[in-house]
């Protein structure tokens, strides 16, 4: 599955240093097809940063899956459907992750371990991205910090993925306005 990423290829050059004073963010969500969790996550973080004000400082938002398997194609129709249901527009097409989105990227956010584990595995070295499961920044107990996968189950798996971005989205946002400070 990772052929293309084997480790014994040469090292990536380090990523160009950012220019001084810049302090923008940018994110990425990862899942591993790219059509359920990671989309949805980029579309409830636009929304979110849209309604703080803060898109001077987010200034890019995407989303890549550790596979190639869906690249190419839109969200999972439920997705769609779930995020409208939310009042949160959602339009992506998928792809798969790129060595160079580890330079791009501020942060890399997993839904779950798998993806965290893949994601570490395929770092090249000297990238910036920090990479994390999105749910540290889960700060309600009654959540899992593990987003699961809803693809092979019913609509109410999309809702609860839909419940556990939006708070991690609002908590990420938070931690990042006292970063500012």
Not at 66 to 81: I, K, M, N, Y
Not at 83 to 93: D, E, F, L, W
Not at 118 to 145: Q, V, W
């Amino acid at each position: 599955m990772f052929e293309s990423w084997s480790r014994s290829r040469e090292p990536s050059p380090p990523p160009p240093p950012k220019a001084a004073g810049d302090k923008t963010i940018a994110i990425a969500f990862c899942c591993m097809g790219n059509i359920c969790r990671s989309p949805m996550a980029e579309a409830i973080m636009r929304r979110r940063v849209k309604e703080t004000n803060m898109a001077d400082i987010i200034t890019r938002i995407d989303s890549f899956g550790t596979s190639a398997f869906h690249s190419g194609d839109g969200p999972d129709r439920r997705t769609v459907q779930t995020c409208k249901a939310n009042g949160v527009p959602v339009s992506h097409t998928s792809r798969q992750i790129k060595t160079s989105d580890y330079h791009q990227f501020d942060y890399i956010f997993a839904m779950d371990r798998e993806n965290l584990e893949d994601l570490n595995y395929m770092r090249p070295h000297g990238s910036r991205a920090k990479i994390e499961l999105f749910g540290t920044y889960c700060e309600d107990p009654k959540l899992d910090r593990i987003v699961g996968d809803p693809y092979y189950g019913g609509p109410e798996g999309f809702q609860r993925s839909f419940c556990q971005l939006d708070h991690f989205s609002i908590s990420f946002l938070k931690s990042i306005g006292r970063s500012k400070e």
